[in-house]
């Protein structure tokens, strides 16, 4: 069984739709800048708040939640400084 779609309203993703996971907060990943669909180096990160109406049609955009900037891309088959790193 799929889940239902959501739609976001407002803020980055204004018009996107994404399956309905039950959530009270929906986090949607930001960037100030993108290259080959992720963060650019460099660039602000974050993610889009919104939450769902009460029928779940609908998640309204609440503000944006700026982590900080994006120092490196991490290929997930690499290792920095020897540690290894598992997704």
């Known amino acids: 069984m799929t889940a239902p779609l959501i739609t976001l309203t407002g803020g ?3 018009g996107t739709r994404i399956p309905d996971l039950d959530k009270v907060v929906i986090r949607i990943g930001i ?8 963060p650019k180096v460099g660039a602000l ?20 939640e700026w982590d900080g900037v994006c120092a490196a891309i991490i ?3 690499e290792s920095i400084e020897g540690e290894e790193w598992k997704l």
Request: no cysteine; aromatic share 14%.
């Open 12 to 14: 980055p993703w204004n």
């Open 31 to 38: 960037a100030t800048a993108w290259e080959n669909g992720r």
């Open 45 to 64: 990160v974050g993610n889009a708040i919104y939450e769902p109406g009460p029928d779940r049609a609908r998640a309204f955009f609440v503000g944006n």
């Open 75 to 77: 290929p997930a088959d």
